[in-house]
Structures are given as structure tokens and as C-alpha cells.
């Protein structure tokens, strides 16, 4: 894709490459029925908060399917930043099992919530632990409650304590893409990367390079 230089969500979603890239998205989790997304990256700033919200608003736009992004990027979060919002997810809400849909913010687009990261990153250790079995508990519920759920998570590499450990959660998901930023992204962190969620058993279903651009234009 080529480098964004604009916040408004609505023109991002009308940009051809990424309706390509979630129609290709869309056919391969076709037999899922609600589908969930994770998207991840090798290493940081690879532009995967920009792709959860276009593929999120696309997927909204070109269906009738309710659509939820959730934001597990705990430890620097931005999802909400694309919208609006500020982080208001209490995980006390999900312990006295509130429905997510409550606890889902309207993004301001039809058929598109954002369930965006907790409100706090205090008391890390009490939830350190138990994190993958909570995010994979959310997607869980945000299944239930809605038709296509695309998940904006930390890099694999490098890992910290902080963040809810992206492997963990792709293995819950119907698929996971991997977001490479061309020309910068080194081969061997796409690579352990991509060994990795393979080995826990997640279905990877390819890589999205960004801002390529065509050598022969």
C-alpha cells in the first residue's frame, strides 16, 4: 500500500488495495460463521492498527454484518485513536460477565463497534498470568454477539510482560494475517514469526506487505 497521510477512516476503507486485501481475507475465512481475525506483525510499527480499523470499516460497509475490532495492544494502545474514543474496557465488566456489546463502543460507522484497550495497565501482575485465557475468553463472547471480529494485537518480537501474547490469542482465531513493512522489515523476524504461530497450531493465512509500491510505475 502506499504511505496514509490522513486519519479519516472512511477514506481509508475506500482504498483499492485494501479491498483487495479483505476480499481475499473475507474468502478464505468464508466457511467461518461468525469469523475472527487476529492481525499481527514480526516487529512494531508495522501499520497493523491501520489495517485492523480499514479492514474493520470495510467489512462493516460491505455487508450487513455486525463487525467488532477489538483492541489487545494493551501496552500501547491506538485502535481507539482512529475513531474518537479513549479506552474505557474494565475487565471487572467481563469477571461480572457483562455482554460485550455493552461493554463495545460505537465507532461512529454503521454496523462497527470497537471494544477498545482497559482503561488501566496498573496491577500487571494479577493479570499477567491469566491473559491469554482472557483475551481468548473476549473472543470467545465477541463471537457470539457478533458477524466478523478483527483483533489488533502486539508484534511478536520483541516480547514483555505488558502485552497479551499475540501467539496465545492467534491460536483462538479463524486466521491470522501478518502485516511486514516493506523494505524495513529484516526477513528473519517475518520468518520466527510465522514459525512460531504455526507451531501453536494458528492458521495462517498470509502476509500484507505495506506501503509496496510497484517497481515498474
Known sequence: MSPLLF??????????????????????????????LVVTSGAPEEGKTTMVAALAAIAARQSDKRVLAVDFHWH????HSWFGLEPTFDIDDLRREK????????????NLDILTARQSTQDEVE???????LGTDIMRKAREAYDFVVVDTSSIFPTN????????????????ALV?????????????SRMFLETAGANVLGVIVNQWKNPLF
Request: with cysteine; hydrophobic share 45%; net charge positive.
Open 76 to 79: 500501547a494502545p491506538a485502535l
Open 7 to 36: 486519519k479519516d477512516i472512511e477514506l481509508l476503507a475506500e482504498i483499492t488495495e485494501i479491498k483487495r486485501i479483505y476480499s481475499v481475507i473475507e474468502n478464505s475465512l468464508m466457511k467461518s460463521n461468525p469469523a475472527c
Open 99 to 110: 455482554p460485550v456489546v455493552d461493554m463495545a463502543q460505537s465507532s461512529g460507522l454503521n
Open 127 to 133: 493479570w499477567n498470568g491469566a491473559a491469554p485465557a
Open 180 to 192: 511486514v513493512l516493506a523494505n524495513v522489515t529484516p526477513r528473519q523476524p517475518l520468518k520466527r
Open 161 to 176: 510482560r505488558r502485552m497479551m501474547d499475540p501467539v496465545a490469542i492467534s491460536k483462538a482465531a479463524d486466521g491470522v
